[in-house]
Every structure is written in structure tokens, then in C-alpha cells.
């Protein structure tokens, strides 16, 4: 493999940094409980993210004005509330539900991964997640970014090249010396077109199902990893 010369790593966040899933199944459990609620806590889960996902391509086709992460998560609860015939949760209660996505826990290796990679490069994130909520999360989880960046700084999601683009500028480096790591290819196949390098984090649990999805040939990636450990010996071969 060719040496890669990187300076800046950016980061996804959600299902690359944190597990998302179980961390959004435990907290439905818990609200389900609180309020004496019986529904699926997995379908519910799953359904909350693919309500975000949808909504997110429609405002990085321009289909819908901006909203942050923490609105579409908002606009899609109250939908799957509305579904399960859920309408007496006062608004307040509602908010801290919503704020689970604030409250998700890392996987093992994030930790200590990142904070090896810190020592050599300039590591930050890029995230869909609004500014407020990747500064909670990452203080949550006692994570030490150099930099973070969300997309809501530009306006749109990824994988609007505009993201990849915007963010390397704001750090002043530039795409050919940047890498995208993402447990997601739409996003590293967004970053690959702006010019930037891209590293692969395999994470066949960030569903719950222990399969992930099927990206097809994954050697259009720089690198592919099982965890963030590996990333370091790789660069310095």
C-alpha cells in the first residue's frame, strides 16, 4: 500500500464514534418504562434514524429549507409518537427524550483511538450533528477534539461536497492531505469526490444486528479498518 500523506483526519460521528443504536434502544426502554408504554424499542430505534436520514437527504437536495439534527429528530419523534397514538408527554419530557441522541455512548476502541491519533494529526469531526450536540456528546464522553466541525456550519448534510470542501478550508489544510473516516461509504464516497483520502471503520453492530451493509467493493477506500487502533499503523507505514 502506498504511503499516505495525511494531516488532518476528520471524523464521523454517528456510528463511527458512537453507537447510536443501543445507546437510542436503552434510552427508548427507559421512556417506555417511565410512562408505562408498550411498543418495539428496536423497530422504534430504527425507525427514528431512518426518519432522520430521509429528512437529511431532502435538505441536502435543497427539497427542504435547513433544519438541524436536533429538529429533524424532533419532527420525526412526534411522527412515530403520533403513530403509536403517544400524545400526553409534556413538551418538556419530550425535549429530554429527544436529547437522547446527546447521551450516546462511544464505542470501545473510540476513546482510546482517537487519542492516539491526536498525538500525531489534527483530528476533528464532521458531522450532520449540530454544533451544541456534538460539544455535548463529546464532553459526555470525556472525547479532546482539536477541532469540531458540523455541517450545520454550511447550511446543508452530507454528502454535499460543499461539507467536505468548506471543512478543509476552515482547518486550512487541503483535500489531497485530509482523510474522511466513516463507518458509512455515501459519506466517504462524498468525501472521495471532493479530493480527500477516506479510511473505512467496519461496525456490524451499528444497527444491532451484527451485519452490516453491503458497500460494495471497499477498495475504492485508502483504508479499511476494524477499529480506530489500526488507523495509526497504517499511516505510519
Known amino acids: 500500500m502506498k504511503k499516505l500523506k495525511i494531516n488532518t483526519i476528520f471524523f464521523d460521528?454517528?456510528?463511527?464514534?458512537?453507537?447510536?443504536?443501543?445507546?437510542?434502544?436503552?434510552?427508548?426502554?427507559?421512556?417506555?418504562?417511565?410512562?408505562?408504554?408498550?411498543?418495539?424499542?428496536?423497530?422504534?430505534?430504527?425507525?427514528?434514524?431512518?426518519g432522520f436520514r430521509l429528512l437529511q437527504s431532502k435538505v441536502a437536495n435543497g427539497q427542504r429549507d435547513y433544519l438541524s439534527m436536533d429538529e429533524i429528530h424532533m419532527e420525526v419523534l412526534n411522527q412515530l409518537l403520533d403513530e403509536l397514538n403517544i400524545n400526553d408527554i409534556s413538551k418538556e419530557n419530550l425535549v429530554n427524550f429527544n436529547e437522547s441522541w446527546h447521551r450516546l455512548k462511544p464505542w470501545g476502541d473510540s476513546i482510546a483511538g482517537l487519542s492516539d491519533l491526536k498525538n500525531h494529526y489534527l483530528?476533528?469531526?464532521?458531522?450532520?450533528?449540530?454544533?451544541?450536540?456534538?460539544?455535548?456528546?463529546s464532553k459526555n464522553s470525556n472525547i479532546h477534539w482539536d477541532s469540531i466541525l458540523s455541517t450545520e456550519f454550511f447550511g446543508t448534510y452530507k454528502p454535499d461536497p460543499k461539507v467536505y470542501l468548506g471543512a478543509v478550508k476552515l482547518l486550512e489544510s487541503n483535500a489531497e492531505e485530509s482523510m474522511m473516516v466513516a463507518s458509512h461509504a455515501y459519506d466517504l464516497d462524498g468525501a472521495i469526490n471532493a479530493g480527500m483520502k477516506t479510511c473505512y471503520v467496519h461496525r456490524p453492530n451499528e444497527f444491532g444486528t451484527g451485519i452490516s451493509e453491503n458497500y460494495g467493493d471497499l477498495s475504492r477506500f485508502d483504508l479499511v479498518v476494524e477499529s480506530f487502533e489500526e488507523i495509526s499503523g497504517y499511516l505510519k507505514k
Not at 123 to 137: A, D, E, F, Q, R
Open 13 to 50: 460521528v454517528f456510528g463511527t464514534v458512537f453507537d447510536w443504536h443501543k445507546s437510542i434502544r436503552e434510552e427508548s426502554k427507559n421512556f417506555s418504562s417511565k410512562y408505562k408504554l408498550s411498543f418495539d424499542e428496536f423497530v422504534f430505534t430504527d425507525k427514528w434514524r431512518a
Open 123 to 137: 483530528i476533528s469531526t464532521l458531522s450532520n450533528g449540530n454544533l451544541s450536540m456534538l460539544v455535548k456528546l
